[in-house]
C-alpha cells in the first residue's frame, strides 16, 4: 500500500506561482512513477505531469514550459509558474506501485485557484 498526502494549494493571482508537494508513505520502493493530474468540475481528470522514477518526465501541453515536476526521494513537488485562470482545479497526486501488480494510488486532492 502507498499512502500520498498533497500540500501547496491556495489562492495565486494569474501570473503567479505556486509549489505543490505530496509526500508518499508505506511502500515507496514499489512506486514506479510518480504525477500530478487536476479536475474541474464536470470535466474528467487529466493528466498535468508525470515522472518516471527521478527521470523521464511528460507535461500536458497546456503546462509546458510553466509548470516543473520533479522528485527527491519519497516527494514529489510541482513547481507552478505563469498562473492561468485555467489552471484552476484540484490537483491529485498520484503514484503507479506495483504492490504486487501495478495499481494507481491517489492522494485526497488539493485546490489550485487563479483569480485576480
Known amino acids: 500500500q502507498v499512502q500520498l498526502v498533497e500540500s501547496g494549494g491556495g489562492l495565486v493571482q494569474p501570473g503567479g506561482s505556486l509549489r505543490l508537494s505530496c509526500v508518499a508513505s508505506g511502500s515507496i520502493f514499489s512506486i514506479s512513477s510518480m504525477a500530478w493530474y487536476r479536475q474541474v468540475p464536470g470535466k474528467e481528470r487529466e493528466l498535468v505531469a508525470r515522472?518516471?522514477?527521478?527521470?523521464p518526465t511528460a507535461y500536458a501541453d497546456s503546462v509546458k514550459g510553466r509548470f516543473t515536476i520533479s522528485r527527491d526521494k519519497n516527494t514529489v513537488s510541482l513547481q507552478m509558474n505563469s498562473l492561468k485562470s485555467e489552471d484552476t482545479a484540484v490537483y491529485y497526486c498520484?503514484?503507479?506501485?506495483?504492490?504486487?501488480?501495478?495499481?494507481?494510488?491517489w492522494g485526497q486532492g488539493t485546490q489550485v485557484t487563479v483569480s485576480s
Open positions: 515522472i518516471i522514477g527521478s527521470g
Open positions: 498520484n503514484a503507479v506501485a506495483f504492490t504486487p501488480h501495478p495499481r494507481d494510488y
